[in-house]
């Protein structure tokens, strides 16, 4: 599986207006009135560009999706049901990330993707200037290097026992068996645990650890980002929708499920039959 990126890039695509589909969605506090503000254009076969002009539009999309491991993606030509696309997210000063995606379900005004990879750092990536962005020092980039040039065997030994600094390096590695070896790091915090579980390459073992580890399945944060995660199991998906709080479930009912099962029993859930 090609890895996802997370990065800013300049991609040389410019967005022309008459390329551009509204992503018509009400503003907070209208009725009856769509932004038009968030927009998007498709660049070639299976990728987009994504532009938010406002931060509010941003920001409201990083709360209900992205945030989720998810994203709308306006589109005339809707993308094939599970299809991979990649998206470039253009922030309001500017700012890009390109991500990779799977199209989950159809919208009205076009598809809902699963994200892959980690999402926490988007919001903060596209709030940025471009000319802003942070640069490693050469003590930093030489860590990261380092720690992300390890054999294998050496990655799932530092799991247990690695530091902060070293976590949050490891926490990004594609391999699974790392991510559950740092699950056995006493020192992990949730928000780590968070980010394992929106990962793209979370696997059986791992989802199961998390939900057996009572504190962890506990926290609302790690239970929403595993029934937003497309490799979470669908017994394991179920079973946590039943346990979410009613705002935690809309979102699923009306499309953000990453299955037709998962979408099925938020509907009854919200209908007080679950």
Known sequence: MARSRIRLKPTGVKVEPARLH????ARPGTTGRYDERVKAARTGAGRYVVEFEREDELRGEHRTSLAHGGLRLPAVEKPALFSKVEVTLRGPLGAEVAVHGTVVAPLADGVA???????????EVLLASPAGEPALDGKDRSSWDRLRGLPRAEKLLLGPKADRAERLVLVQDNDPQVLYSLLKNPRITVD???????????????????????????????RVALVHNPKTPPAFALRIVATLPEAE???IA?????????????LKRLQGGG
Request: charge should be positive.
């Open 22 to 25: 509204g992503n018509r969605r």
């Open 113 to 123: 993707l699963a994200i892959e990879g980690i999402t926490d750092a988007i919001l």
């Open 192 to 222: 780590e645990v968070v980010r394992i579980a929106k990962s793209a390459y979370l696997v059986y073992q791992t989802a199961e650890l998390i939900l057996k580890t009572s504190q962890w399945a506990a926290n609302i944060d790690v």
């Open 249 to 251: 479930v809309k979102p």
């Open 254 to 266: 009306r499309g953000a499920a990453t299955s037709m099962a998962l979408k099925q029993a938020a």
